[in-house]
């Protein structure tokens, strides 16, 4: 049999007249005891195949992805914006105690440059807890003090840069629990093999009754045409697995991310020996 090579939209256009009250196939299929019995189940393993195209699970993984994309532009235009700020206060004071304690807090909050940016949402999560370890009460009190217009200090930024790599470390543990347990195209798949085995009790119940109608007759040619479409179309054994009716998606990844050609990105200034007090 060719059953499992069939797409769910050829699935679908096959058993939809089967379960619809008044069309004559379904009127025919009813004269027949043992298939009229059956037709719960024909309806269910229809429907089943149907609500298998929205999968609970993935429909959560896309608002993840949508959330961690949010959450990502916001935490790296605040790196960009914080990188900026300390260059230009470590231009203005130079090697003067100001200076020196700037690019002591720089260096802390961005040990690889601003290659922040370019972190996998896995890293990005788990560099959010170490913004607080890297930063001294010194460092967070001279940062709060530094004002950001139009509202807001230099540490209301750091620590919203932390709150947005934290939120996406755990939308990331979220996205992991839901793809781990199983494959997202489980559902899919149990619903198509319950179709096919439905299909081919009901074919098997038409031909054994001797005396059938005319409509099932054509009904049986119009499926075993089909069947024989698909194996001249995808070939192979009747073991060929069904076709794919969605592509893979994405795991871990953040588009955009790779850097241009040539392209180099900024390493974080190294601090000088000895901090000094402002």
């Known amino acids: 049999m060719a059953l499992n090579r069939f797409t769910v939209a050829e699935m679908v ?6 379960i619809e009250r008044g069309h004559p196939e379904h009127e ?22 149907i609500e298998a195209q929205v999968n609970p699970a993935q429909v959560r993984l896309d608002e993840i992805r949508a959330e961690q994309a949010t959450f990502d532009r916001a935490h790296d235009n605040l790196a960009r914006f914080l990188w900026d700020q300390m260059n230009s206060y470590r231009h203005l004071h130079g090697d003067q105690p100001l200076g020196r304690l700037i690019a002591d807090i720089q260096a802390r909050l961005f040990p690889d440059g601003l290659n922040v940016v370019r972190y996998s949402y896995r890293e990005t999560g788990g560099q959010a807890a170490l913004v607080g370890a890297r930063l001294t009460d010194e460092h967070k009190a001279h940062l709060a003090t530094i004002p950001v217009h139009p509202t807001g200090t230099l540490m209301e930024k750091v620590e919203a840069m932390a709150t947005a790599a934290a939120r996406i470390g755990v939308l990331e543990d979220e996205r ?7 494959n997202l195209r489980t559902r899919a798949t149990k619903a198509r093999s319950r179709w096919i085995r439905v299909v081919n009790v009901v ?7 001797s005396e ?16 024989a479409a698909r194996r001249v179309t995808r070939g192979g054994g009747e073991g060929t697995e069904a076709p794919a009716d969605e592509a893979e998606r994405p795991g871990d990844e953040r588009p955009g991310d790779e850097p241009p050609a040539g392209a180099e990105v900024p390493a974080a200034p190294a601090a000088e020996a000895g901090s000094a007090n402002t």
């Open 13 to 18: 256009s096959i058993t939809g007249p089967w």
């Open 212 to 227: 059938i109608a005319e409509i099932l007759t054509l009904m049986l040619a119009r499926l075993a045409t089909l069947e």
């Open 203 to 209: 074919r098997a119940t038409i031909e054994l009754e």
């Open 176 to 182: 992991l629990a839901l793809i781990r347990p199983a």
């Open 28 to 49: 025919a299929l009813m004269t027949l005891p043992a298939i009229a019995a059956s037709m719960p189940q024909v309806e269910a393993a229809h429907r089943g195949l």
